[in-house]
């Protein structure tokens, strides 16, 4: 420790200032006093360290801190301060208190300091992940509304809001992994962030959504010519990690003040905007305008009954028969979903299921489907037989989310009896590079769950491609079997379709039979055993069954799937069922 040479002080003993020295040496906080001509007179150890004095590290540069200290010696009063000293690329942040006193004579100057460097790192680091994305470095949400807010305060110019959104960023995360999903969103922000002007903002909002503030604009010409730009730069393939990854982005546009007048409206309809996009071919811009929005809220007015539908569970099945066309034996049954809407009236899926799994409620949907199944058990029993197969349509999209294939295949196994399940999925599932193949068929097929390849020849995948699939049932959608009699051409579909499931062992149905020229037709010119359609039966509710006459067990493969026209006048009746 350097010291005071002239510290002969009355009254204490050389053994009590060698104590007292010592203390001062060993003190955790860095202590140092100087005099007026800024020449040290005092270093403890601790401030020899803080200030590179104890040759552990390169010195800092301390010009800084001697400027501070000579400003405190003239004020004459105690100061506090924050001090960075920087040696290369460290830096190490002291708070010091200065003490300006008079002793002797002479006037000095004690400073007391600690070391909060690692608070300021943390501080820093919190300060930095609030405003600033980590993956991209883009400023936060919270940055651009902020800049936002000062401009609508400011109220001097016209700027723009856009609101992007990488089409389909699911399925490249889903296929190439999350690392090149993450690499992919940072080179995007690159291509988006080039030939911005210092006055305009590039934000990451959320997972694959970035906000762009374009200010000041002139015209909404201007924009959408630069917006044009930036996206035609995105068409070109991004390489990472040695593959090719296309990426488009779907953008919605606002401008202030036209399409409002807070940063929350102008987000709000950019995003309306931006959807309209999405729903109409994706990877390009629109502006907002008042329709979209009439529509925005008619969106959300089903999205809200759907919503409240499923709290409610105002769902229930329709059964429609699967029939062997000779026999007319029953082989299985279809629950086919509808929902009660809020004034009462039946609804068929095609009004809502899509929406369910845009909203991530069709899960649920599923299981309550199933739950109405196993409450309704002695009833399909006695109204199709206990040998009746119970066919369950899964979304494409479920059958590759493998969470929620397990939760199925769980509730499955709870009902005793798995092996009269059929899941019927659309051809996509098999198809899509996902876990449904691999991973999730088997886990059902141990459960002894049949499946069934759903409107067979709508779909994407080739004939070819259904080699690589193992199911056990393929179903041949209604827009072949429509008026298949006259049709040569879909002759030739059906029967190409045939010869390959009988060699690779599938249960061939064919979907919406309407007519009897058309079963017919297949009687005649084909093998197919089974079909479905509205000729044999409607879907029914069991609660007419139960309303109507009981029916003895040797009608009941008639009642199950009888002639089309008995059974439309029951059903329409007990059931408003509009169409
Ligand atoms: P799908 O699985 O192909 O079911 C057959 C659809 O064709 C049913 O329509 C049925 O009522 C209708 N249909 C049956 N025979 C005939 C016929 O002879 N002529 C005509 N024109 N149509 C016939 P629905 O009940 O409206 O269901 C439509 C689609 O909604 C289903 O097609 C299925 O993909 C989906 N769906 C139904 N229930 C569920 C469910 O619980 N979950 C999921 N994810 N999707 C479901
Ligand atoms: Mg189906
Ligand atoms: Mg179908």
């Known amino acids: 420790m350097t010291s005071m040479n002239d510290n002969k002080y009355s009254g204490a003993s050389e053994a009590e200032l060698g104590f007292l020295k010592e203390i001062v040496r060993m003190l955790p906080a860095g202590l140092t006093v100087q005099d007026a001509h800024g020449e040290l007179l005092l270093v403890n150890d601790a401030a020899a360290a803080q200030l590179g004095m104890d040759g552990s590290r390169p010195s800092p540069d301390l010009a800084p801190r001697r400027e501070a200290c000579r400003k405190a010696l003239s004020a004459g009063q105690p100061v506090v301060t924050e001090e960075a000293l920087h040696d290369g690329a460290a830096r190490q942040v002291l708070l010091t208190t200065h003490l300006p006193v008079r002793l002797a004579g002479r006037e000095l100057l004690i400073s007391a300091s600690s070391d909060i460097t690692e608070q300021k790192n943390f501080e820093d680091q919190l300060f930095r992940s609030a405003y600033f994305d980590e993956l991209t470095g883009l400023p936060s949400r919270r940055v651009i509304e902020h800049r936002a807010n000062s401009l609508l305060a400011r109220d001097r110019e016209r700027f ?11 399925h490249i995360n889903d296929y190439y992994g999350h690392a090149v999903g993450d690499a992919l969103l940072v080179e995007l922000s690159k291509r988006l962030g080039r030939d911005l002007r210092d006055s305009d903002m590039l934000s990451r909002i959320s997972g694959d959504e970035f906000l762009l503030l374009l200010s000041p604009i002139q015209s909404q010409e201007e924009v959408a010519e630069f917006m044009q730009s930036t996206l035609e730069r995105l068409t070109a393939p991004f390489f990472i990690d040695h593959s090719e990854v296309f990426a488009s982005t779907s953008v919605g546009i606002s401008l202030y003040p036209d399409h409002g007048r807070s940063f929350e409206t102008l987000r709000q309809n950019a995003d309306i905007a931006m959807y309209r996009i999405k729903n109409n071919g994706k990877g390009l811009a629109a502006f907002f305008d008042a329709s ?12 809200q009954s759907l919503r409240l539908a499923i709290l409610e569970k105002r769902f229930c099945c329709a059964f429609q028969s699967k029939v062997d066309i000779r026999t007319q034996a029953v082989k299985g049954i279809e629950a086919l979903v509808r929902l009660r809407d809020d004034e009462g009236v039946i609804q068929a899926p095609g009004s809502f299921i899509n929406l369910a799994g845009e909203l991530g409620l069709i899960d649920e949907l599923t299981h309550l489907v199933l739950a109405e199944i196993v409450k309704s058990i002695d009833l399909i029993n006695d ?5 009746a197969t119970i066919s369950i349509n899964v979304a494409a999209k479920q059958a590759g989310n493998p969470e929620f294939m397990r939760s199925f295949a769980l509730a499955l196994e709870e009902t005793g009896f798995p092996q009269r399940f059929m899941i019927e999925v659309t051809e996509d599932a098999f198809v899509a590079k996902n876990h449904f193949q691999a991973e999730i068929l088997p886990m059902f097929r141990k459960l002894g769950v049949g499946i069934s390849i759903d409107d067979f020849g709508t779909g994407y995948s080739s004939l070819s491609a259904l080699a690589d699939i193992t199911a056990d049932e393929i179903k041949i959608d209604r827009s ?8 040569p051409r879909s002759q030739g579909i059906l029967r190409a379709i045939e010869s390959l499931s009988e060699a690779l062992g599938m249960t061939v149905i064919a979907e919406g039979l309407e007519s009897f020229e058309e079963l017919a037709y297949l009687q005649a010119a084909t093998k197919i055993r089974y079909a479905q359609g509205y000729y044999f039966s409607r879907p029914i509710f069991l609660e007419e069954l139960k309303l109507a006459t009981p029916v003895s067990s040797e009608a009941r493969a008639s009642v199950a799937s009888r002639p089309m026209q008995q059974n439309r006048q029951g059903y329409s009746r007990a059931s408003g069922y509009r169409r």
């Open 160 to 170: 723009a809001l856009a609101f992007l959104d990488v089409d389909n960023f699911k």
């Open 292 to 303: 979209m929005e009439r529509e925005a809220q008619a969106r959300i007015k089903v999205e």
């Open 383 to 387: 109204t199709f037989g206990a040998e």
């Open 480 to 487: 072949f079997i429509t008026d298949i009699h006259k049709r």
